[in-house]
């Protein structure tokens, strides 16, 4: 028989311990999660393959169990309606109804979501690496313009692959994608259809906008997180003396880095 309790809290100490063992399992999901991306993408790009599917069935098993065991080590219920497995339960679907449904693909790279989002993840990062701590921000703005454009590429390439002679593999989408969102519109490369032209409408009235302000906050100058002990404000320059919002003196510690 299986003792449900233990399982529960060794589950519990592996996703939220603070043990060297606990981190380098948290590490190894990490790296797990960008496997699932890369074989994403590369499906993305090869069509007609007898192991597309099997793989697709045996990641799907595996993410169950992932979600599942994450799920059952959960303290807080309210984690079961996350980003994080919401994104999961869609990923597994996809998987699931691939060998069945076309054009599910690009719903696989919501996966990418979960890259540096976990709290816990991000404590053992700011613990383990200086660099992290001091480029945490750039981090997460360029994962974030990364998942972006992946999704808008997976978007054009899915819906237009299979009718349109100019969108023949994943990189042809994403050269589409970059040229339309960066306003180059070189127009070598373009959507056909009604639901093609819908996109492009869509990706340059909302895609564009968006994409800008991932773009400047990934060269934005880095900021330093340090609550102000008066109004706790949280961001502020490196070399910030005085809190913006409140005037008070601050006392960042930089270790001696910029």
Known sequence: MVDLDALRTRLRGLYFGETPQARRFRYGLVVFDLLTI?????????????????????????????????????Q???????????????????????????????????????????????????????WFKRSEDIIQRTVNLLVFIFIVTSLVFVSQHNINPQIGTYVDALYFTITTLTTTGFGDVTLIGIGGRLLAV?????????????????????KVRFPCPDCALQIHDVDAVHCKHCGRVLAIPDEGVL
Not at 42 to 68: F, G, K, M, N, R
Not at 98 to 111: E, H, K, M, P
């Open 202 to 222: 869509i990706i340059m009235i909302v895609g564009v906008a968006l994409f800008l302000r991932l773009l400047q906050a990934v060269f934005r100058p880095n």
């Open 76 to 130: 807080d219920r309210k984690a079961i309606y996350s980003l994080a497995t919401l994104s999961d339960v869609i990923v597994i679907v996809s998987l699931f109804l691939a060998a069945f449904v076309d054009n599910l693909g690009f719903l696989r790279i919501v996966r990418a979501l979960r890259l540096l989002r976990s709290y816990h993840l991000l404590r053992d990062l700011r613990s383990d690496s200086r």
């Open 38 to 74: 890369g074989i994403f993408l590369l499906e993305a790009s090869i069509v007609d393959q007898w192991w597309i599917a099997p793989l697709d069935i045996l990641l799907a098993v595996l993410l169950t169990i992932e979600l599942s065991a994450r799920l059952y080590a959960e």
